[in-house]
């Protein structure tokens, strides 16, 4: 719930935006050319290829000013994690210290007797006031801040207008999550920790199930790509490990921004393989095929699955903590809040200040189960399309708002992703094992 008002908090109320063109009328289908492999990548027949001096060559091709202004876009992203909590926090708090929570139930009260419907009508009321009070919040982060780095490419209307869909899809979500909530809260008793941690699980598998088809479509055009020099090695590459699709599609991201992406999104019939326009109009056809082979490596290892399952058991131990969080602060505050109990409604902001709590504590735990799926996919990616050359282009392209160079704990709290380096790293490391004898690769003595 914590992390689905955090995305709702985004946005101002009452704003109507209609944006003429919204939808892109035409995507580039024609790729660039490679850009050139450094020479000390380039892996020269009867010369023993040194990964280190590789991947070295690689980063040094990023200019000074360009890898400092990632370094300090992303950098400032860290504080970004706590202030993002701060602000959440206290704002759930005023919402019980000043009894706002308990007078939004009091309304939904009166307004009818059937419970669900209470429910919904204190879950809207609770969305739209945390929207309201942190809108000027959200202009800077998602708005102004990727304005000064380069990384939006939307007016004010178009934004706003992605920001009014996701305010309704939340509220549609972030209603039906409470209804459900509470009722197994009502329903199961002292042991609704449990039930909800399972339900939240399942909730987020739904969401997964639903996005494809039914979510991302609201912000982005989706067409079928129609080249067949990018469409077939795709579609190849998929049946050759196993995956059952039989269409490619392309969706319009360059409307948001130039960052490049793709994804194999979706759950058993929603399946589906896209890519972003950036990918085609910014990368080669071996970064494409680079980039697909880890996207497709998430399918056949089901990360989906263990992501669920990993962050299930890190779901379970945080409803324990808001159970105990929330008993505790009840007996002391819950009167002076005026919210009657655990099953009362008005304790939603209760429970999103301590799930809030619990998962900014646990950030290094979350990023580490994500970016450890990411390498293996990585790893998959680079024997299923072996383009090692194109993994680092596309590697370089993400340090545009990503650290390429981190230390070994800065990666391993803040990245949810391989830094640059370790990418490359592997990549470099899996051309040297490839390359034939005589180009035998020295050891790696650094860190990757």
């Known amino acids: 719930m914590e992390g689905s008002l955090r995305r709702v908090g985004q946005l101002l109320l009452l704003l109507t935006v209609i944006v003429p063109g919204f939808w892109s009328s035409a995507v580039a289908q024609t790729p660039p050319p490679p850009p050139p492999v450094p020479a000390a990548a380039q892996g020269v027949t009867g010369q023993p290829f040194n990964v280190k001096a590789a991947v070295d060559a690689y980063l ?146 739904f969401i997964s199930l639903i996005a494809p088809v039914f979510i991302f479509p609201l912000f982005n055009k989706f067409t079928v790509l129609q080249n067949p020099s990018i469409k077939d090695p795709i579609l190849s590459m998929a049946r050759a490990n196993g995956i059952p699709a039989n269409e490619v599609y392309v969706f319009d991201a360059s409307r948001q921004s130039d960052r490049v992406s793709a994804n194999v999104s979706g759950l058993a019939g929603t399946m589906r393989i896209s890519l972003n326009d950036n990918l085609l109009k910014r990368c080669s056809l071996p970064a494409i095929e680079s980039t697909m082979g880890h996207e497709m490596g998430h399918y056949v290892l089901n990360h989906s699955y263990k992501g669920l399952a990993l962050n299930g058991i890190v779901t379970v131990v945080a409803f324990a903590f808001v159970n105990w969080g929330t008993k505790a602060a009840l007996a002391r505050w819950g009167e002076a809040w005026g919210v009657r109990g655990l099953t009362d409604v008005a304790v939603t902001p209760l429970l999103v200040l301590l799930l809030s709590l619990y998962y900014f504590a646990m950030t290094p735990v979350s990023n580490s189960i994500t970016r450890t799926m990411e390498y293996e996919a990585d790893m998959y990616g680079l024997n299923a399309a072996m383009q090692p050359d194109g993994e680092a282009e596309v590697d370089l392209l993400l340090g545009e708002y990503r650290k390429l160079d981190p230390g070994p704990v800065e990666e391993f709290v803040f990245f949810d992703h391989p830094s640059g380096r370790t990418r490359i790293t592997a990549a470099m490391r899996w051309k040297a094992e490839h390359l034939p004898p005589a180009a035998a690769a020295q050891p790696v003595t650094s860190k990757p």
């Open 60 to 205: 040094a091709t990023i200019p000074a000013d360009k890898r400092a202004r990632s370094d300090a876009y992303f950098e400032g992203g860290y504080w970004l994690i706590l202030w993002d909590f701060l602000v959440s926090a206290v704002v759930m708090w005023l919402l019980l210290r000043w009894r706002i929570s308990a007078k939004m139930r009091d309304w939904a009260e009166r307004a009818t007797r059937f419970r669900p419907v209470q429910t919904v009508i204190y879950a809207v009321q609770l969305i739209l006031v945390f929207t309201v009070v942190t809108f000027p919040w959200t202009i800077y982060e998602s708005y102004s801040r990727e304005h000064k780095y380069g990384l939006l490419n939307q007016t004010f209307g178009p934004w706003m207008r992605d920001q009014l869909v996701s305010l309704a899809v939340n509220l549609v979500l972030g209603a039906l999550f409470l209804v459900i909530l509470f009722g197994l809260l009502r329903w199961t008793g002292k042991n609704w920790w449990v039930w909800g941690a399972v339900f939240s699980v399942l909730f987020l598998a």
